[in-house]
């Protein structure tokens, strides 16, 4: 068995497959490391063809194996897509707070099952932390970080429209989805009503004309089965397209059931030298080695990785000489926003299943100006409107031709919207490790105590106002508002345990993504994060890991690692 590699990646998720193929497409011998069991594209999405009718109990998941999954089961669990969901039996966690955190351990992680929402950042959210005097500066701006968002962009596909809008620059687009006709109401009813805000269909990682990766991936089919495994690659996932396109380079080795339980400090060079690792079918621990490190395990478990990863020189986890690494954790908050029916359009429709909603971008303190609002930074919203099923027809005819003549005519069309908050780093929030429990390969227990605060609790009580005000301008009828006091993790879009910053003694990693006292290893998931902004992060990991093998293989020809 070959234990020597030019690099080695952790994990297999959206930072881990781009640094996998940006490591083998630049030359390196890579060994790319996956906690959980093996999932091939199309090979291994079981249920990616099947309709409700095909399933056990029309595809809802019985309460007996519910039991599995009491912590993934808060997002939502079904028989179309519970295996790529932890059962919480094998890998659990403790919380001092409630904590939401959903987990994929498989090769391609979340990437099976994410939301494909895909925004750029722009200079409004790396310059926010300096000008509120929040947390600590970013050591980048947009400018450093745009050429990478165009090369990530034109890889995996971004459909949207262009708005010129300087909180939310545009991407390299395919074209965008559709809007449907009470959606568009909604549009010109905003644009008519406000000048701060604008409606647009969301920006996903989905083709939507031609073919990407080599041919290997083609457009979206709107069938709206993305969490199952897409058999056509439309959505961008690591298995259909960035572990492919690193294996066609013969640089690649994968190696599944590979639980990371530290990285290996030498004393002498002041290096990473490699991992260890335990083989979850043998139980057979593993040493290999490697010139570089990415560590891409996802921000919670990527960090528990280095506070475990002790030495004399590192008594508190490699790479913590600031004592940050495991604090200012951050996600979105949501769930909540308002709802309502909308009247007329009755001889409407639309076809397919549109795999998307509509997205109203930032308007709130945009560019540090004060709205008039109690509180710091802002949000979005994602939304949708459809017909609405058939319930309310059956419940009036219970039988014979009137019950089927109904059965053919769908419902009211209704709307809603969702905000999407930005959270602000606080050191107290954070997760540690619990060395009292100890799971079957050797690592301690994560434990989350982590919450919002008063400035979360004032933004979602605006846009909760606003989401109905809009859609009341909209003449929607039947207005409510909706909140599920959804907990932090419940956005799964934790980040922050190991903040990027200029300085050593406040942060844990520098602008090239690197451990400030260990060089040679990267970590480029969401842990790097230094605020969380308002938009769905996978984006803005996948170009600052592009960004970052970029600076670490000059670094290596250079001889400086």
């Not at 029916?341 to 945009?366: A, L, M, Q, S």
Request: charged share 25%; hydrophobic share 30%; proline share 4%.
């Amino acid at each position: 068995m070959e234990t020597n590699y030019d690099a080695i990646v952790v994990g297999t998720g959206i930072s881990g497959g781009w640094a996998a193929k940006e490591l083998c497409e630049k030359g390196l011998k890579t060994l790319v490391l996956e906690r959980g069991r093996m999932v091939k594209h199309l090979e291994d999405y079981p249920t990616m063809y099947l309709d409700p009718w095909d399933m056990k109990n029309g595809g809802s998941t019985s309460q007996e194996e519910l039991k599995n999954y009491n912590k993934q089961r808060r997002w939502g669990v079904n028989e179309g897509n519970r295996h790529f969901y932890n059962k919480d039996a094998e890998y659990d966690y403790d919380e001092d707070k409630t904590f939401d955190w959903i987990r994929g351990t498989q090769v391609g992680g979340r990437s099976l099952i994410w939301g494909r929402q895909t925004y750029r950042w722009s200079d409004d959210d790396f310059e926010a932390n300096l000008r509120d005097g929040i947390g600590i500066d970013w050591p980048v701006r947009y400018k450093d970080i745009a050429p990478w968002y165009s090369y990530v962009e034109k890889f995996i596909g971004v459909s949207g429209e262009a708005l010129n809008l300087p909180q939310l620059p545009d991407s390299e687009f395919l074209p965008p989805m559709e809007l449907n006709c009470v959606e568009k109401e909604l549009q010109s009813s905003i644009a008519k009503n406000y000048t701060d805000r604008v409606m647009t269909v969301g920006r996903v990682a989905h083709i939507t004309q031609g073919t990407k990766s080599n041919g290997g991936r083609t457009q979206c089919q709107f069938r709206n089965r993305c969490d199952r495994g897409c058999p056509f690659g439309s959505y961008f996932s690591s298995n259909s397209s960035t572990l492919p396109a690193a294996e066609l380079t013969g640089n690649l080795t994968l190696r599944a059931n590979s639980v990371v339980t530290e990285v290996i400090y030498d004393e002498k060079t002041q290096k990473a030298s490699g991992v260890r690792v335990v083989d979850t079918i043998t139980k057979e621990v593993l040493e290999f080695n490697s010139k570089v490190v990415f560590i891409c395990a996802s921000s919670m478990a990527s960090t528990a990785i280095l506070l475990n990863s002790k030495s004399e020189r590192f008594p508190n986890g490699l790479g913590n000489d600031s004592g940050e690494l495991g604090h200012n954790i951050m996600d979105h908050q949501l769930g909540s926003g308002a709802s309502g029916t909308f009247d007329g359009f009755e001889d409407k429709y639309y076809t397919g299943r549109r795999p998307n909603g509509f997205y109203i971008p930032r308007f709130r303190n945009v560019g540090g100006k004060k709205n008039n609002v109690d509180f710091l930074r802002g949000y979005g919203y994602q939304g949708g409107a459809g017909r609405g099923n058939w319930a309310d027809a059956i419940a009036e005819f219970g039988y014979g031709s009137e019950f089927k003549n109904a059965m053919l005519e769908p419902g009211k069309w209704n709307v809603g919207m969702g905000g999407f908050g930005e959270v602000l780093p606080y050191h107290e929030n954070r997760m540690y490790l619990n060395y009292d429990k100890i799971d079957q390969w050797g690592l301690p227990k994560i434990v989350f105590d982590a919450e919002f605060k008063d400035n979360e609790k004032k933004m979602k009580e605006d846009w909760k106002v606003q989401a109905a005000e809009m859609l009341e301008n909209a003449g929607c009828k039947n207005v409510s508002i909706y909140d599920s006091n959804a907990p932090i993790g419940k956005g799964i879009h934790e980040m922050g345990t190991a903040r990027m910053g200029h300085d050593p003694k406040t942060s844990v990693l520098n602008k090239h993504n690197q451990v400030h006292s260990v060089p040679n290893v990267y970590m480029t998931d969401g842990a790097f994060m230094t605020s969380s902004g308002t938009q769905n992060p996978s984006l803005t990991y996948m170009a600052f890991t592009a960004r970052a093998v970029n600076h670490a293989v000059e670094e290596l020809k250079k001889m400086n690692l």
